[in-house]
């Protein structure tokens, strides 16, 4: 059978930037600073505990929101961190990573004619989740070179069909982190509006210099009408086992776990049992995070101070965003290109993420990466 009469629902998508970067620097050899993942293992204990649980015959479908003692840890960290009490019964779930609560709580919340307000540059699997629910992202571009959010154009791109604004908070791409102002003028935006945020808070515990995250879980008002998205495979150098987890609100969460059940139904069991314990006897992995990567990324710049890229050290995450003006003026998608195949060091483009790129010489490099991958790439950055 041949698919000629399929019509495709996502006509403008093709491969993720991050699976063509990291297979341009497999192809290449190069050292991968494109896609966002760390090159070191997750901790010791954890490993044990994961491996106990597989041998503990804790490998059949656990319950769909999630096993009650990972949803009891998640609003313990939750009340510890933001001060916010979630009822781990109905108001945490489970999910397959953080990918997945964001299409589910997308799909909860819109559908065909909504409206969906987006920033760019957006994390990748936002605007084809808005496009599958047949609803339309409006884009507004963050404000350079910080990267803030225009919250006067934010209300004059509210309409009546606007039913979710998405924010994320540390930033991927740009590094850069909301403020109390922010959730505050956000809150005052949607006051008396049928609208719903969806915040993407995966990179949480990576904010540097002495900042503090802002959730919208600390936030009175927005904490009623938002989804709160996390990953542990961030916060625990394990991105491939996809664990992740929402908090929102009772009715919220139903919604959510109506479209939950359906996806997926239910997430990794024994990664489960092996997280929530984890939790209960390592707490201080996730306090010690943002000091462990301020280091890797005061050391990426201290390396790259003598090259001709120039560039802020990021608020957050562990992505650090260059400008290669200096050196050239090809698109950033040529030159990413340029400095896979040819140079040996992978980043990735920012015009992927925006609906309409604007003309700067800007890339985005990750630093979760052994000292030594750092070194090499830094070495080889300095002699362009
Ligand atoms: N949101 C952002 C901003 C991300 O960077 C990522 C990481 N890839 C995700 C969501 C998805 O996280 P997960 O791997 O848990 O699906
Ligand atoms: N979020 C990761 C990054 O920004 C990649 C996730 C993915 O490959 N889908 O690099």
Redesign the pocket.
Known sequence: MSGDNLQSKLPNVGTTI?TVMSKMAQDHGALNLSQ??PDFDCPERLKELVNQYLHDRKNQYPPMTGIPLLRQEIAKKVSAYYGFTADPETEVTV????????FDAIHATVTSGDEVIVFDPA?D?YVPAIALAGAKAIHIPLLLPDYAVDWSRVEDSISDKTRLIII?TP??PCGSILQQEDLDSLATLIHDRPIYVLS?E??EHMVYDGNMHHSVLCHEELAKKSFA?F????TYHA?GW???YCVAAEKLSAEFRKVHQFVTFTTSSFVQYAIADFLQECPEHAQELAQFYQAKRDLFCSLLADSKFRFTPSSG?YFQLVDYGEISNRSDVDFANYLTQKKGVAAIPLAPFYESPPATTIIRFCFCKDDSTLERAAEILCNI
Request: proline share 0%; glycine share 10%.
């Open positions: 991050f966002g993942y999910t397959s990573g953080a990918t997945e609560a964001l994390y699997s994320n930033h991927n993407d995966v990179y998205v990953s542990f495979g961030k991105t996809k664990l992740a995450t």
